[in-house]
């Protein structure tokens, strides 16, 4: 099962901040947050991870509680590109094993 | 640019025919894992594989079998097509690289239909 709880739809404006919740209230202090996103009929795509201080890169922002039991994936201006199902994934880090893929959120950017 | 290729988009099938689902990757990766996707049940593992013929059960292994004997290559077989067996098939692959994000990297995907 999943580790993770995402609200399963959100909307957002072009141009606005889109911010998707991830509780992961029995993460283990060696599991990273990684988020992970899959527009229609593409395969899903990394995004951004990190395991206690927040992180930035060109594509998002992601803030992780002090507590580590949430984060938020930011994406700054939301484009009508960024409409896709976004995953939360708690994995052990450098382990190449499987990535366990909960419901997601589907984040509808509208003009 | 990291690639992950599946040999079809799109893969019709009759009900026991042996399905080849094929997936190359050019990165030199060790881990290549073989996902199925269906509406409300989201991704699940089937079969992944650290390296060269060496093969781990997933979630779902059941009706399906895996050949890794190149380091590029992961190969999904369904020795007998079944109905329930249509389904979004997603190829991945990682690497292990020390301080590395090691991130999974998927191909486009394989719509598989058995009639």
């Known amino acids: 099962d999943a580790k993770t709880t995402q609200p399963p739809s959100m909307d957002c404006a072009e141009g606005r901040a889109a911010n998707l919740p991830c509780n992961h209230s029995t993460i283990s202090g060696n599991e990273y947050v990684y988020w992970y996103r899959q527009i229609h009929s593409q395969g899903p795509q990394y995004i951004i991870h990190?395991?206690?201080n927040n992180e930035t890169n060109e594509m998002a922002s992601l803030i992780i509680t002090e507590d580590r039991k949430s984060s938020t994936l930011i994406l700054p201006h939301a484009t009508l590109r960024d409409t896709a199902v976004y995953y939360c994934?708690?994995?052990?880090?450098?382990?190449?094993?499987?990535?366990?893929f909960g419901q997601g959120t589907e984040l509808s950017v509208k003009p | 640019d990291v690639k992950v290729t599946q040999s079809s988009r799109y893969l019709v099938k009759r009900t026991g025919e042996k399905v080849f689902l094929e997936c190359v990757q050019d990165m030199d990766h060790e881990n290549m894992f073989w996902y199925r996707q269906d509406p409300g049940l989201g991704l699940r593992l089937i079969y992944f594989s650290y390296d060269v013929k060496m093969k781990e059960k997933g979630d779902i292994p059941e009706g399906y079998s895996v050949s890794r004997e190149k380091k590029e290559r992961f190969s999904l077989i369904l020795e007998s097509a079944s109905t329930n067996q249509t389904s979004m098939y997603l190829c991945?692959?990682?690497?292990?690289?020390?301080?590395?994000?090691?991130?999974?990297?998927f191909g486009p995907g394989t719509r598989l239909t058995v009639l």
């Open positions: 991945a692959s990682s690497g292990t690289r020390t301080g590395g994000r090691n991130e999974q990297f």
């Open positions: 990190g395991l206690k």
């Open positions: 994934i708690v994995r052990i880090y450098n382990q190449g094993g499987k990535l366990i």
